[in-house]
């Protein structure tokens, strides 16, 4: 097995490597939100250490980090784990930006989520000394996924810790991680978390009403198009510079890639889920959970992918069909001959249509350089929607609803 790994490793710097230079700038980076580190598009999620030795652990990080991987995210409180990290991590540390939990703890042989705060307290520092470091550069606040959760932080002394963190400089940043939709935009709105760690995936987008995916038949039950709060919630983070770091970017296990157990009934591959998600302005990096060398080697040729492979819409068209006349914001539809921002348009007249107009929309849509009353109904849109979206319609729905 050992061997295995090593000559696995041999292949993957091969074949990123190849040309070194080229494989060194083949990695897009983005801002993460308004904190000014920039982080590479494709990061590494710690679950797949759970399975790794220490030297497996090693070989792992030193292949992500030569491809040009420099973001992690740590939820992991096991000791085994943070250790090995730790260790695949000394003497690049800097190389490194760390998202750690705070609010997990290892307990009894498991993972335990909590807001105790003598139990935060000590979880954290032994994040820190376990990874060999001062500090982290985003304080993620571990798993909030229902209103009352929230509400429960608000002045709470497990918040005031995390503030106090962040004041000695032993989180540069914070962030909160949540699989609720309604919760997400709340932490957004509130003006002190500065990134989100979100599940985002062609599958969660169509979850009903904010349901997070662990809902009671909410998988059952996807609607045809993305769910509005979803749509509010990515508009607010781009608009006000929040970094959303994606997790469950393959449906969680894998289960997208998987025709079997997918919930949208047919199989994506790796590249389409990617590129689905890095699609959305607000999205910093695809947090991968990648258990060995291969599963390190398939998210990787993202980076090397055609846009045909990435093309997520060329996968299961009888299954998309069938979900019908529900803009998804893809963009396939573009270029427009009239120069309208089609997608965008239509998400502004979703909000419009869902929430009602408020004056905030009205301002995002009339800074808009063309609008849906400039549509000349020439169908060309039409041809390219994967989706069977009646786009002329809509614009003229959009320009009956803002006015031009």
């Known amino acids: 097995m050992r061997k295995r790994h090593l000559y696995l490793a041999l292949i993957l710097l091969l074949a990123i490597v ?13 801002e993460l939100g308004a904190t000014g580190l920039k982080v590479s598009e494709l990061s590494i999620g710690c679950g797949g250490f759970e399975k790794l030795d220490t030297l497996g652990s090693i070989e792992l990080m030193t292949a ?41 703890i290892w307990q009894d042989g498991q993972h335990k989520r909590t807001r105790d705060l003598e139990e935060t307290r000590r979880g954290f520092e032994d ?25 429960e932080l608000e002045g709470s002394p497990f918040l005031d810790y995390v503030f106090q963190l962040k004041k000695e400089g032993k989180i540069k940043h914070i962030g909160v991680s949540s699989h609720n939709a309604e919760v997400a935009l709340t932490a957004a709105k509130s003006g002190w978390i500065e ?42 983070c781009t608009s006000h510079q929040i970094g959303v ?16 157990r997918s919930p949208l009934g047919y199989a994506l591959t790796p590249e389409q ?26 998210d990787l040729h993202y980076l090397h992918a055609t846009e045909a492979e990435k093309d997520y819409t060329t996968a299961g068209q009888t299954a998309i069909a069938s979900l019908g006349g529900d803009c998804t914001y893809c963009n ?14 239509n998400e502004l007249l979703d909000l419009a249509e869902t929430n009602g107009l408020s004056d905030e929309l009205k301002a995002q849509y009339a800074a808009l350089t063309k609008h849906g009353g400039d549509c000349t109904h020439c169908g060309a849109c039409l041809s390219r929607c994967p989706f069977s979206v009646d786009i002329p319609s809509r614009m003229d729905r959009a320009k009956a609803m803002f006015g031009k």
């Open 18 to 30: 190849g040309c070194q230079k080229k494989a060194s700038n083949s990695m897009t980076y983005r």
């Open 64 to 104: 992500a980090l030569d491809s040009g991987m420099n973001y992690i995210d740590i939820y992991d409180a096991n000791p085994k784990v943070r250790s090995n990290i730790g260790a695949a991590l000394k003497g690049r540390r800097d190389e490194m930006i760390i998202q750690g939990h705070i609010g997990t």
């Open 127 to 151: 994040l820190l000394q376990r990874l060999g470091t001062d500090h982290i550069e985003v304080g993620m606040i571990h798993i909030t996924d229902s209103p009352e959760e929230w509400a």
């Open 195 to 236: 990134v989100i760690m979100f599940s985002l995936n062609p599958a969660f987008d169509r979850l009903c009403g904010g349901a997070t995916p662990w809902t009671a038949g909410a998988m059952d039950n996807l609607q045809a198009g993305i769910d509005p709060i979803r749509v509010e919630f990515y508009d607010y």
């Open 245 to 260: 770091t994606v997790m469950k970017t393959f449906g969680g296990g894998g289960r997208l890639l998987d025709e079997k």
């Open 273 to 298: 889920c990617i590129a689905y998600c890095l699609a959305k302005p607000c999205i910093s990096t695809c947090i991968l959970g990648i258990d060995n060398m291969d599963e390190l080697l398939t």
């Open 332 to 345: 396939h539809c573009s270029p427009c001959s009239a120069g309208i921002p089609i997608a965008r348009v």
